[in-house]
């Protein structure tokens, strides 16, 4: 399995667009995206330039979304 790298919330957003998240609304300083079938949504921190720690990088990537770590990296 490979590891994930630190990431600003722009790059994640194109990424998990490419996969068919869309952007659903905007709250504060977070965005939520659901899948294009609407059976999962995804919370992205947006606080400017800084990048989003691994650990929830994960949490984003790997409990919202469902997807592999690997299959993340590919996108």
């Known amino acids: 399995m490979g590891q994930l790298s630190r990431l600003s919330s722009r790059k994640l957003i194109q990424k998990l667009k490419k996969i068919g998240f869309i952007e659903a609304h905007q709250r504060g300083s977070h965005l939520y995206m659901k899948s294009a079938d609407g059976t999962k949504i995804v919370t992205?921190?947006?606080?400017?330039?800084?990048?989003?720690?691994?650990?929830?990088?994960?949490?984003?990537?790997?409990?919202?979304?469902?997807?592999?770590?690997?299959?993340?990296?590919?996108i």
């Open 44 to 74: 992205i921190p947006v606080h400017g330039s800084k990048d989003i720690p691994v650990g929830t990088l994960y949490n984003i990537v790997v409990r919202q979304a469902g997807l592999s770590v690997d299959e993340f990296n590919t």
